[in-house]
Nanobody, 114 residues
Framework: QVQLVESGGGSVQPGGSLNLSCAGS????????MYWYRQAPGKGRELVAA??????DTNYAEKGRFTMSRDNRKNMVHLQMNSLKPEDTAVYYC?????????WGQGTQVTVSS
């Protein structure tokens, strides 16, 4: 069955870094555009980053601190997050989309606090 499994979340102090990973299975991973979303307490889900199926095009809600990458041989995407701020605290979700289907992971908690 289709699975997206996130990992790498945790607690970090402001200014710290985390590297989130998402492993996909059960679908043709390399043909799907991939996204990272996040949802903070009491807020709606928002787009953080996106990467095209080929990995050749990326987009970010906020440029400079986050970098998204993918490895289609391993069916994985990553989100390197640097200079983290308390407002980055949220559950981070991996998302896969093509023209017909959309899949979500279960999310991983990121907490930025001193």
């Amino acid at each position: 069955q289709v699975q997206l499994v996130e990992s790498g979340g945790g607690s970090v102090q402001p200014g710290g870094s985390l590297n989130l990973s998402c492993a996909g299975s059960g679908f043709p991973f390399s043909t799907y555009d991939m996204y990272w979303y996040r949802q903070a307490p009491g807020k709606g889900r928002e787009l953080v980053a996106a990467i095209a199926s080929s990995g050749g095009d990326t987009n970010y809600a906020e440029k400079g601190r986050f970098t998204m990458s993918r490895d289609n041989r391993k069916n994985m995407v990553h989100l390197q997050m640097n200079s983290l701020k308390p407002e980055d605290t949220a559950v981070y979700y991996c998302n896969a989309q093509n023209s017909w289907y959309e899949y979500w992971g279960q999310g991983t908690q990121v907490t930025v606090s001193s």
